[in-house]
């Protein structure tokens, strides 16, 4: 009875003590590595518009393409519609860990973005890839310290920004006295047109629109489809106001956490990203048009030469406005403005309208 416990104790023994040596044995690198590649990573993305709006279509398209590029290492949940942080939470959300990477409208927060708020500027993009190519340029140029606390994934813009109303605008006379939702540099070159704008993130938009608090917005055209704006706002004027520029930023520790092959797959998509983002915005706004055309029979006006001439006229004291914030934050100003019309050129010539 004794000799049979004492056996399948020392068998017990033995067994602990090839483990214990067969781990000792082993590189011990080796395993965790192997461990860490069959590991999936779990990346959360959070977004503030809806899943129909091209900050989403960009938001799967980015997901895809690094769950692709990492051969399903790395997987990307995606939270649109703020499902996961609000418009105005974003940015706090991403640096306090709530999300791992979320989609910020720099003009969402006055005060915090000075130096890439002035791809917000009116300076006359004409297209959302050569403003979202010229915000990454800029943006990677510049490496400024307001982007010190994260990692930025990827930049982009909207078109060009038109008005869309209730009631038609023809001229800046019909505009007197509107209220139109806007956000960033536009509030105040609103003003200054004659109109009454409020300021709101994208996301509180149809509901203000229903609700009648705006007679309209201003943003790209493309909204006119993916929130079925068109439906209220069937008048469309032409003004080319500025873009809203975007960052898609990642939480610092948790990127800093990241294998370098993902971080790699991560960095090398960054511009490719921003491209991908302002040729779809491009195409898109023309079908929207189409679309809207068709559905809600809506009518496009231009503005007379003198009230474009009074719009730009405007628009240079927007930049002087800028600049003033700019150099009291302890930017140089001039230096960044000349980065960003370089930038634009060079995109423009490629990208002509
Ligand atoms: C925008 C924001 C969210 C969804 C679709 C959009 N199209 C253009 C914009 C830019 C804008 O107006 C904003 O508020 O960021």
Not at 91 to 112: F, H, K, N, W
């Amino acid at each position: 009875m004794f000799k049979r416990y004492l056996a399948v104790l020392l068998a017990f023994a033995a067994l602990a003590l090839a483990a214990c040596s067969d781990q000792k044995a082993g590189e011990p690198g080796a395993e965790t590595a192997e461990k860490q590649a069959e590991e999936v990573i779990t990346i959360s993305y959070a977004n503030f518009p809806p899943a129909s709006t091209f900050p989403c279509i960009q938001m799967e398209r980015w997901a895809d393409e690094v769950e692709k590029r990492t051969d399903g290492r790395v997987k990307v949940e995606t939270y649109p519609g703020g499902t996961l942080l609000s418009a105005k939470n974003m940015y706090r959300g991403v640096l306090e860990g709530q999300a791992d990477i979320g989609c910020l409208s720099l003009p969402y927060y006055p005060g915090v973005f000075p130096a890439l708020l002035s791809v917000n500027l009116p300076v006359g993009f004409t297209n959302a890839t050569t403003a979202s190519l010229t915000l990454w340029d800029l943006y990677s140029k510049l490496q400024p310290d307001e982007m010190k606390n994260v990692k930025v994934v990827t930049t982009f813009t909207s078109a060009p920004s038109n008005i869309m109303s209730k009631e038609p605008v023809r001229s800046l006379e019909d505009l007197q006295g509107m209220e139109l939702r806007a956000s960033g540099a536009l509030l105040k070159m609103l003003e200054l047109m004659g109109a009454k704008p409020v300021g709101m993130p994208m996301s509180q938009t149809p509901e203000a629109l229903q609700k009648g608090v705006v007679k309209g917005l201003v943003s790209s055209l493309e909204v006119l489809k993916d929130f079925n704006f068109a439906e209220l706002c069937r008048y469309e004027t032409i003004t080319n106001l500025p873009v809203y520029p975007f960052a898609v930023v990642m939480n610092e520790d948790r990127w800093n956490s990241l294998p370098d092959d993902v971080k790699k797959v991560i960095d090398d998509l960054g511009r490719e990203q921003a491209e991908w983002t302002g040729n779809y915005m491009d195409a898109h706004i023309d079908e929207a048009l189409e679309w809207s055309k068709k559905n809600h029979q809506i009518e496009i006006y231009t503005l007379s030469k003198e009230d474009r001439d009074r719009i730009a006229e405007i628009g240079e004291g927007i930049v002087d406005d800028w600049k003033a914030e700019a150099e009291k934050s302890g930017l140089d100003a001039d230096a960044i403005l000349r980065d960003l019309m370089a930038f634009k050129g060079k995109y423009e010539e490629r990208f002509p309208e």
